[in-house]
T-cell receptor, first 111, second 116 residues
Framework: QQPVQSPQAVILREGEDAVINCSSS?????VHWYRQKHGEAPIFLMI?????EQKGHDKISASFNEKKQQSSLYLTASQLSYSGTYFC????????????FGKGTLLTVNP | DTGVSQNPRHKITKRGQNVTFRCDPI?????LYWYRQTLGQGPEFLTY????????KSRLLSDRFSAERPKGSFSTLEIQRTEQGDSAMYLC??????????????FGPGTRLTVL
């Protein structure tokens, strides 16, 4: 089943923060976050493993709540380059490591 | 290593024609995936190869679709008798051959198919 992402879209001014959520009804091994700009390939951001691990990458961090099967992506002090569509991809047991993606969250950062 | 490459980048065809796409994964990545992405949606899994073996196919992959990875390196995805509903971005991704959840999939730039 496809994970549910929220919000569907968000508009920020440069320097503002945003949170993108990803929720699944299935037990997950890991959650993978990607950013995709129009017409381009999805670019890997980070992986979250079950165990409630929180990871960070520059001003982008994420958490994974195993009990709730939810992950959140945190973008702080947003930059213009953060604009794009953010997808969470979930990996469940026995899935040959294939990812099931949400519908995405369109993030627009304006000057 | 320049990452996953896909050719062609764009393909326009008439309904009923056959098309073939190619994916070259990152060197030594034994696992290869095909996804399809339509406007406003996330990528949807189509099929998975480990080396030359096709180990999983989605129900989305009708009998008009066939994928191969003959030597365990590049892969091809063929669509026969294309339909307008096949119009989409076809993405290829590769992954290292380790059984670790921490290994990521790296995506190619995709092939955008337009069926007229």
């Amino acid at each position: 089943q496809q994970p549910v992402q929220s919000p569907q879209a968000v508009i920020l001014r440069e320097g503002e923060d945003a949170v993108i959520n990803c929720s699944s009804s299935k037990a997950l091994y890991s959650v993978h976050w990607y950013r995709q700009k129009h017409g381009e390939a999805p670019i890997f951001l980070m992986i979250l493993l079950k165990g409630g691990e929180q990871k960070g990458h520059d001003k982008i961090s994420a958490s994974f709540n195993e009990k709730k099967q939810q992950s959140s992506l945190y973008l702080t002090a947003s930059q213009l380059s953060y604009s794009g569509t953010y997808f969470c991809g979930t990996h469940s047991q026995g899935s040959n490591y294939k990812l099931t993606f949400g519908k995405g969250t369109l993030l627009t950062v304006n000057p | 290593d320049t990452g996953v490459s896909q050719n062609p980048r764009h393909k326009i065809t008439k309904r009923g024609q056959n098309v073939t796409f190619r994916c070259d994964p990152i060197s030594e990545h034994n696992r290869l995936y095909w996804y399809r992405q339509t406007l406003g949606q996330g990528p949807e899994f189509l099929t998975y190869f480990q080396n030359e073996a096709q180990l999983e196919k989605s129900r989305l992959l009708s009998d008009r679709f066939s994928a191969e990875r003959p030597k365990g390196s590049f892969s091809t995805l063929e669509i026969q008798r294309t339909e307008q509903g096949d119009s989409a971005m076809y993405l290829c991704a590769s992954r290292e051959n380790r059984i670790l959840s921490t290994d990521t999939q790296y995506f190619g730039p995709g092939t955008r198919l337009t069926v007229l």
